[in-house]
Nanobody, 128 residues
């Protein structure tokens, strides 16, 4: 079973950028799709983006399209989320999870990611 450590979060001003990393340990990273999810204070969990196992398919929720870019390096068992043009609405704890690409898109679309997938995450705060 894969375990993940998210990093790269921090405090950034509106309009700024951050690059999050999702480092996996365990067997089979290159077998699964990777999804990024987030939870803002007082809000429900929300999907952000998904990438298929071989990086040939990606998905973004509408609120981040054109601003965020997901990628992965299977040789390093690491996935990334490049976040540009950040707004205060992007403030949240961001975490990654592995699953099939179909499930990732489903969970990202309706925010129904089961609790068992939710890791510790990394805090992103967008503020002046």
């Amino acid at each position: 079973q894969l375990q993940f450590v998210e990093s790269g979060g921090g405090l950034v001003q509106p309009g700024g950028s951050l690059r999050l990393s999702c480092a996996a340990s365990g067997f089979g990273f290159d077998y699964y799709a990777i999804g990024w999810f987030r939870q803002a204070p007082g809000k429900e969990h929300e999907g952000v983006s998904c990438i298929s196992s071989e990086s040939n398919s990606t998905y973004y929720v509408n609120s981040v399209k054109g601003r965020f870019s997901i990628s992965r390096d299977n040789a390093k068992s690491t996935a990334y989320l490049q976040m540009n043009s950040l707004t205060t609405e992007d403030t949240a704890v961001y975490y990654c999870a592995s699953m099939s690409y179909r499930l990732c898109v489903l969970y990202a679309t309706d925010g129904s990611l089961p609790p068992s997938y939710r890791g510790q995450g990394t805090q992103v705060t967008v503020s002046l």
